[in-house]
C-alpha cells in the first residue's frame, strides 16, 4: 500500500520547483481517492474475476448468434424482397408489351383519340408509330 510519504516522493518528482500547499493537497486526495475506488471496487465486485470473464465469454457468444441469426433473416428478407421486384419488374415489362400490342392494334383516329385524352404533347402532329411510342412513354 502506498503511504503519504511515497505520494509526496512521486509529486516531488514531477515538479521540482516549491509547490503550493494547495496544488500538492489537490493530487494527494485524488490519488488517495483512484486508490480507495480500486479498493472498493475489488471489495464490492459481485465476482470473482474469472466467473465475471465466463460470463462476458457466454454473453458475447449469445450476442455472436443473435448477429448471426438476424443476419440470417436480414438475408432472407432481402432475397425474398429482390424476388419479389423480380416477379413485379416481369409483369410490369409483359403488361407494357401488352399494351404496344393493343396500341398498335388501334386505329390512327383512335390513338390519335387516346393521345388527346392522356394530353399527350404534339399529338396532333404525330403519325401512327409516333403515337403508339407516345402513348408508350
Known amino acids: 500500500m502506498l503511504e503519504k510519504k511515497d505520494i509526496q516522493n512521486f509529486i516531488r518528482q514531477f515538479d521540482k520547483k516549491k509547490e503550493s500547499k494547495q496544488t500538492e493537497k489537490l493530487i494527494v486526495v485524488a490519488i488517495s481517492s483512484a486508490v480507495a475506488?480500486?479498493?472498493?471496487?475489488v471489495l464490492f465486485a459481485p465476482d470473482k474475476g474469472v466467473n465475471t470473464r465466463k460470463k462476458l465469454s457466454k454473453s458475447a457468444d449469445n450476442y455472436l448468434k443473435d448477429i448471426k441469426k438476424n443476419s440470417e433473416?436480414?438475408?432472407q428478407k432481402v432475397k425474398d424482397s429482390t424476388d419479389?421486384?423480380?416477379r413485379k419488374?416481369?409483369?410490369?415489362?409483359?403488361?407494357v408489351k401488352q399494351n404496344?400490342?393493343?396500341?398498335?392494334?388501334?386505329?390512327?383516329?383512335?390513338?390519335?383519340?387516346?393521345?388527346?385524352e392522356l394530353k399527350v404533347?404534339?399529338?396532333s402532329q404525330m403519325n401512327k408509330s409516333e403515337l403508339i411510342q407516345a402513348l408508350v412513354d
Do not use: C, H, R
Not at 475506488?37 to 471496487?41: I, P, Y
Not at 419488374?89 to 403488361?95: D, H, P, R
Open 100 to 116: 404496344v400490342e393493343d396500341y398498335s392494334e388501334l386505329t390512327y383516329q383512335e390513338l390519335y383519340d387516346l393521345a388527346k
Open 121 to 123: 404533347k404534339g399529338y
Open 37 to 41: 475506488g480500486a479498493l472498493l471496487g
Open 89 to 95: 419488374t416481369n409483369k410490369t415489362v409483359k403488361n
Open 73 to 75: 433473416e436480414l438475408s
Open 84 to 86: 419479389s421486384i423480380l
